[in-house]
Each structure stands twice: as structure tokens, then as C-alpha cells.
């Protein structure tokens, strides 16, 4: 029988918070791999025996190496008109997601719910009655940013339609933010967004990255030439990278893929040379080889450089978001300050010229980049929930 509410008790530290919780992770969507899918796979580990949902799911999308397998993640019926619509695009199903979320099957025997939002799914708090922990990848900053919004829209319509869908995310980001028992922030940028933006604090608990499968080399010496490594969407500013190296006078390469790259390749001269999507061990070999990584646009976290200072490599960054707790300058690289895109490309033209500025030891550089594994996302996360569930008596799955 099951303890009343009265005489429930918690027995250990980890008796719930750890691997004994009875969990459910709610993830936005599943159509493509990138840093939120990969902290969604390590909260999965957290709580190996969760039970994961998203309102859509695709899991041809899933690489060889997602975790966990999407087809064993429980989807909602947007998952099947996004298969319809032959997975052109999941934009215009998103003013549907809101409702899926709110209509999850989550009254069932949880202890906690943790949800990993970018712009909707904080909507599940109003689909259960147990404690709900969001961890913020960044609130919509699309929605709340004006300039960040112009960028990510090309056209009169799409600005039309992303302003439209900005104003729904946040009345439900704001609906939603009071009802939540905690916020986790994945960098004291992103907390300083949902204080201002939501008005309610969080804590900061910085993502997980590989680093199994970034590692230094000492025998593989340093090339005379710079890299930009991510999708190639706006926000990023590939755009400034390729700028930075014709101020510079140093040769370029880009990997990765995405909608951005036709424009850039037109920005472009011989200088840079665009690789598209490849593989870990291409992106490993180039992080060990190149004189530095280039971070010229504001990130939420950014899990890119820390791969790359895995592997010794210097990263240079502007001075905001993210990168103000990844890169110690004088020690994994340098911070650039903020400003317009001339200052920004001055700044790090000049930094270029500095030997001092990316002749670093990449031992240090490694040691530094070592804070940020996944044991220490777990084990983190594992501890929000258990204070939270320490703190939150009674539960609905004690009176299941």
C-alpha cells in the first residue's frame, strides 16, 4: 500500500532525485540532431527507467548514435502530419504544439516531470500534478528579440509569421513560468533571460559535452588556418567568420550544413572552404588541426567550443551568452568584445594578430574543458530533482 501524504517519506539523497525516480523527460520535437537532443539523451541516462515524450517525433531523422533510440519515444499525433507533409518542415506545425504538450499522457505514476525547453515545452506543466523541473536551453529568443527575429526571416511573410508565432510563445512561456516548481538554465546568459523575461530565478547548470570523443592529440601539430564548425543558420554569424578571415588574411574552413549556406558561399572567396555536414572524426581531425575556432555569433551555451578546447584547440569568442562561461581568455582562448559587426571583425582581426591570443598550451586547454562532461550534467541534474522532491511532500504518485 501506498503511504499517505501524511507519512511519505524520502529514505536516502538519491532515494528519488537519482536513478529511482520515477521520471517523465519532455523534449520540444525530434527532427533533427543537435546540442538540445544530446542534453534530452543525457537526462535519459539520468533516469535510465523514464518514459520520454515530444509532439513530434521522426526517428528517421535519428543518427546511429542518438540516446535514446526514437522510436522508443512516445510522440503525439503532429508526429504523424509532419510524416505527411513528407518532414518538408516542422515550422508550420509548431502554433499546434502548445496544445499537444498541455494534453500529454502525464497523470500517471511520476514523481517528477522534466522538460527541456527552447520555446514550448514548459506547456506540459499544465498536462500534470507532479513537481515539473524546466531546463531552459534558452527562453524563444526569436520571440523576445526583435533584431534576432528580423534575422531568422527572409522574406515579408516569414517575418509576418514568425512575429505571429513569437506572440504565442510568449503568453505560454509566461503562462507557464509561475506554475513551474524549478528552472535550470544552461548558462547565467540564458538565467539572466528568464529572470528578465519571466520575472523567476534559476540555476545554472551548464550542458553536457563528449568528451570521449573529443581528445587532444599532442602529435598532430597546429595548421595555419581558422574554423567555423555549427548549423548554418543566421544566428550563428558565419557570415562574420568569413569576414573575420579576409580581415585577417588566413584561409577559412566551414563545416556544417543548413539554410544560410547558399548566402554565405556568395559572401566567400578563396579563402574558405565549405566542407557541409561530416563526421565526428572529420570534426575531431579539424579541431586538432586548426590554429582556432571561431565564435562570432551569440550562442545560448555553446557546446561547439567546448568540443573543440577537448581538443586543444584556442577558442575565440565574443564577449556575451555562452561563451562568458566556456572560454577563459588567457587560458582556452580570448573574448572579443560585443558590438556592431565592424567592431566585432576589428576585434577579431586584431586578436588574430596577437600570437599570444592562440599560442596556448592545449593541455590546459583540455583540463579546462574536462568541467563540462556529462557525469557532471548528471549528477547535477540528478540533485535539482532530489531537492526538489525532498522539498515537495506530497506527490501525486503517492496518492496513486
Known sequence: MNPSPETRHVTGPSALGGSGARVA????????????????????RTWPQARMFA?????????ESAYPPWDTITGTWISRAYTATGRRSHAPLLPLVPR????????????????????????AVFATDAPVIAYVHSPARWAWEPAFRAQEANSAAGRAALTALGTLAR???????????????????????????WGIPATVVNPPVRLDHFVLDPAVPREDFLLFAGRLVPYKRADLAIRIAQRAGMRLVILGGGRDRQRLESLAGPETTFLGA???AVLVDLYRRCRALLMPGVEDF???PVEAMACGAPVLAVGAGGALDTVLPGLSGAHVPFGSDEEVITGFAAALRDPGTTDLDPARIRSHAQSFGPEMFRARMADVVDEVLHSTVPSPAANA
Open 100 to 123: 499537444a504538450l498541455r494534453r500529454l499522457p502525464l497523470r500517471e505514476r511520476f514523481d517528477a516531470v522534466v522538460v527541456s525547453h527552447h520555446a514550448f515545452a514548459t506547456q
Open 25 to 44: 523527460i519532455v523534449h520540444e520535437r525530434f527532427t533533427e540532431y543537435g546540442g538540445s537532443e544530446a542534453v534530452a539523451g543525457e537526462l535519459a
Open 278 to 280: 561530416a563526421s565526428d
Open 55 to 63: 509532439p513530434i517525433v521522426d526517428p528517421t531523422a535519428a543518427p
Open 171 to 197: 503568453r505560454t512561456e509566461l503562462a507557464a513560468a509561475p506554475q513551474l516548481t524549478a528552472v535550470v538554465a544552461n548558462s547565467h546568459a540564458v538565467a539572466d533571460r528568464v529572470r528578465n523575461w
Open 302 to 304: 555553446g557546446i561547439v
